[in-house]
């Protein structure tokens, strides 16, 4: 029996999906120097497949960022919905941007390759530039609001920003030179966010402020 045209949709659509996450790891480990024929040998199909689903390892390449940017934008208005207290939401944010770097160091090798590489085409780099900022941007609002409850640590949000970010960046540079480290001992969440817990003297002052 012929297959139906949905049947055919669910194949096609799984092809592309397989070429993808095997577009995932190549352009991670040999950035702009990949080929398509390195992709398609790692996606186990033909090289006239894989241009037949993307016309150049450009249009490859600028549909794995697309990817990234929606999947992390749309993370970033549910966080913005949330009607929890700013620690809460600052701890759940985190962990999921720890989390995914643990699961998909790729991706994000990937990301750094485009807001570095000189070779992105204008319109990539600008739309990483304005996801990194958003990024950095949520991070701060959540700091803020978390010190004016006495949640988080006093301090200057932007430094606070920035050693987080840092850290995240370590880690993915680590899963770059030292894969084995990098899985073995990979931090848990709560290491990073202690930077952000108040000290007990911060936190009792905070209560006395309020009293008064």
């Known amino acids: 029996m012929p297959r139906t045209e949905e049947a055919n949709q669910r194949i096609r659509e799984a092809q592309r999906e397989r070429i993808l996450e095997a577009a995932w790891k190549v352009f991670a480990q040999k950035g702009r120097a990949v080929t398509m024929a390195d992709v398609a040998m790692a996606a186990n199909v033909s090289y006239g497949l894989a241009y037949h689903y993307f016309t150049s390892k450009e249009a490859l390449f600028r549909a794995l960022i697309e990817q990234i940017l929606q999947s992390s934008d749309a993370a970033f208005r549910r966080f913005e919905e949330v009607q929890e207290a700013p620690w809460e939401r600052l701890e759940s944010l985190l962990s999921r941007l720890i989390e ?5 160091p790729e991706l994000f090798q990937l990301f ?3 807001l570095s590489d000189e070779a992105t085409p204008p319109d990539l780099h600008e739309l990483a530039v304005r996801h990194d900022q958003a990024s950095q941007d949520l991070l701060r609002r959540l700091i803020v ?7 988080i640590a ?5 430094q606070l920003v920035t050693a987080i970010q840092t850290s995240l960046d370590g880690l993915i ?13 990979f931090p848990d969440a709560k290491i990073i966010l202690r930077m952000l817990k ?9 209560n006395n402020k309020r009293k008064e």
Do not use: H, S, T
């Open 100 to 104: 995914a770097r643990r699961e998909r």
């Open 112 to 114: 750094y390759q485009v």
């Open 145 to 151: 609001e978390g010190q004016a409850a006495g949640e």
């Open 154 to 158: 006093a301090g200057d949000p932007d």
């Open 173 to 185: 540079r680590l899963a770059a030179i030292k894969p084995e480290r990098f899985q073995r001992y």
């Open 198 to 206: 108040p000290c007990q003297d911060q936190y009792q002052n905070g």
